[in-house]
């Protein structure tokens, strides 16, 4: 069973509703001890850096989501749900995050249309399972007005030019982080969420 955890921030419905199609079994919860017994989790979430922190400490849920990783069980981060794993964010001065992967989180240049919203391409810079299927430079939706600067490029399997080139997927051993949100990403973004599901069963 694959635990999308709820922590207050965003449209868990939908991301469920995406693996649900695709045929991999979710669970929506708000509780650390389902989280001990899940075999692999999604960190969703939009909104402010800081409020998601402290919810998720509110909840017990960040050595939940530590003790899940060291376990060895696949985390995915989606969208705040990815830059909630670095140090730090810039968002309403400086807040901890849960400091899984170094670096921190930027706000997007001034001089562009701020938040980054529509249709973008992603270039991959590592093969990865959670790409397996997916053409390079494929198109995937985005919402956000920051971005993660990895601090460890060994990190960093795929980018997207905004102002900037930016990271927008993340590849650590069992963690795994995107910016878009595939369950608004059509045909591709639920092969991601169907390739997670398949990473997560061989676990």
Known sequence: ???????????????????EKMGVEVKVADDPKVLEDARGAVLPGVGAFTDAMRNLQKMGM?????????????????????????????????????????????????????????W??????????????????????????????????????GTTEYGIEFTSFTVKDNLFGIQFHPE????LGLRILQNFGRLVEKC
């Open 120 to 157: 973008n391409t992603l270039s991959v810079k590592k093969k990865c399972p959670l790409f397996e299927g997916i053409p390079d430079n494929s198109a995937f939706y985005f919402v956000h007005s920051y971005y993660v600067e990895p601090a460890d490029p060994a990190v960093i399997a």
């Open 1 to 19: 069973m694959i635990v999308i955890i709820d922590y207050g921030m965003g449209n868990l419905r939908s991301v469920a509703k995406g693996f």
């Open 184 to 187: 608004k990403s059509s045909v």
């Open 62 to 118: 960040v050595d939940a989501v530590h003790r899940l990783l060291e376990k060895g069980k696949p985390l995915l981060g989606i969208c705040l749900g990815l830059q909630l794993l670095f140090e730090t964010s810039e968002e309403w001065g400086t807040s901890e995050g849960l400091g899984i992967l170094r670096g921190r989180v930027r706000r997007l240049p001034a001089g562009i249309k701020i938040p980054h919203m529509g």
